[in-house]
T-cell receptor, first 113, second 112 residues
Framework: GAGVSQTPSNKVTEKGKYVELRCDPI?????LYWYRQSLGQGPEFLIY????????DSGLPNDRFFAVRPEGSVSTLKIQRTERGDSAVYLC???????????FGSGTRLTVV | DAKTTQPTSMDCAEGRAANLPCNHS???????VYWYRQIHSQGPQYIIH???NNETNEMASLIITEDRKSSTLILPHATLRDTAVYYC?????????????FGRGTQLTVWP
């Protein structure tokens, strides 16, 4: 597609539930990134994929968070046993040529109630 | 990556130039200065980047001081649609890690 697509755009879930957030990157982009943005803050790095493998997952806050990219295209961010503190906008970006080539999606707004 | 410091907020009249400053006194020789902006409810959007020389594209100009400790993003004729949070980021393009450190950025408000 023309841009990075994230679904759903909004997700409301109950505390303790499991959620999956999906990212469709720009076709051909080998690098894919997940960021999390809390209200009033800049985006914070979570994980970076180069192809199918996680090149850097040091930003994942704890083991409730996991992300996959099995075929080197679509990625899914998975959050287990959600907590109210997980409420944020989750942003996905893809890139072919470094930071100037970053294209972000519009994000998924996750609300844990 | 080097830490950057930006004012929390600025405002500008429509049609005037908006000059957004950024301090990056600990920037290393390998780090470029990148600017992104984020319009409300959208993901960040790349604007421009530079290493030493001043840069210009269709969106903005980037002025980097000779000692590289600070820079200014210039929007020559600001419009209402330029209202956004602007992020200044120091990034090593040679790094195998892809992460960007956004900080809190500068909220630019363009008023009619």
């Amino acid at each position: 597609g023309a841009g990075v697509s994230q679904t759903p755009s909004n997700k409301v879930t109950e505390k303790g539930k499991y959620v999956e957030l999906r990212c469709d990157p720009i076709s051909g982009h080998t690098a894919l990134y997940w960021y999390r943005q809390s209200l009033g803050q800049g985006p914070e790095f979570l994980i970076y994929f180069q192809g199918t493998g996680a090149a850097d997952d040091s930003g994942l806050p704890n083991d409730r968070f996991f992300a996959v990219r099995p075929e080197g295209s679509v990625s899914t961010l998975k959050i287990q046993r959600t907590e109210r503190g997980d409420s944020a906008v989750y942003l996905c970006a893809s890139s072919l040529q470094g930071a100037e080539g970053y294209t972000f999606g519009s994000g998924t707004r996750l609300t844990v109630v | 990556d080097a830490k950057t410091t930006q004012p929390t907020s600025m405002d500008c009249a429509e049609g005037r130039a908006a000059n957004l400053p950024c301090n990056h006194s600990t920037i290393s020789g390998n780090e470029y200065v990148y600017w992104y902006r984020q319009i409300h409810s959208q993901g960040p959007q790349y604007i421009i980047h530079g290493l030493k020389n001043n840069e210009t594209n269709e969106m903005a100009s980037l002025i980097i001081t000779e000692d590289r400790k600070s820079s200014t993003l210039i929007l020559p004729h600001a419009t209402l649609r330029d209202t956004a949070v602007y992020y200044c980021i120091a990034f090593d393009r040679g790094s195998t890690l892809g992460r960007l450190y956004f900080g809190r950025g500068t909220q630019l408000t363009v008023w009619p």
